[in-house]
Nanobody
């Protein structure tokens, strides 16, 4: 699976942004998809996971209630809708694919898209 993330940008606190991750390959619909982020000087942080059908989603506590992960298997695309953005959400966001939903199982990664939230 090859992944291409897009949709990042510079926004103000309180704004919304939707990230997209387009996947190539026939295994997308069989893959758990996740979003991660890495802020400058910090370790990569898991943000959200969605199962193969899209019926189960899990979020990190820092984004729960503000971010929504979804997928469209017909379009081989996973999304991350980010509402009520905060300056601390500033990071490079990566999408990832794997056979299971555990953090250590992601074996395909996109190139990342920058999200910057100004106060």
């Amino acid at each position: 699976v090859q992944l291409q993330a897009s949709g990042g940008g510079l926004v103000q606190a309180g704004d919304s942004l939707r990230l997209s991750c387009a996947a190539s390959g026939r295994t997308f619909s069989n893959s758990y998809m996740g979003w991660f982020r890495q802020a400058p000087g910090k370790e990569r942080e898991w943000v959200a996971t969605i199962n193969t059908s899209g019926g189960i989603t899990v979020y990190a506590g820092s984004v729960k209630g503000r971010f929504t992960i979804s997928r469209d298997n017909a379009k081989n695309t996973v999304y991350l809708l980010m509402n009520s953005l905060k300056p601390e959400d500033t990071a490079v966001y990566y999408c990832a694919a794997g056979p299971r939903g555990t953090i250590d199982s992601y074996n395909f990664w996109g190139q990342g898209t920058q999200v910057t939230v100004s106060s």
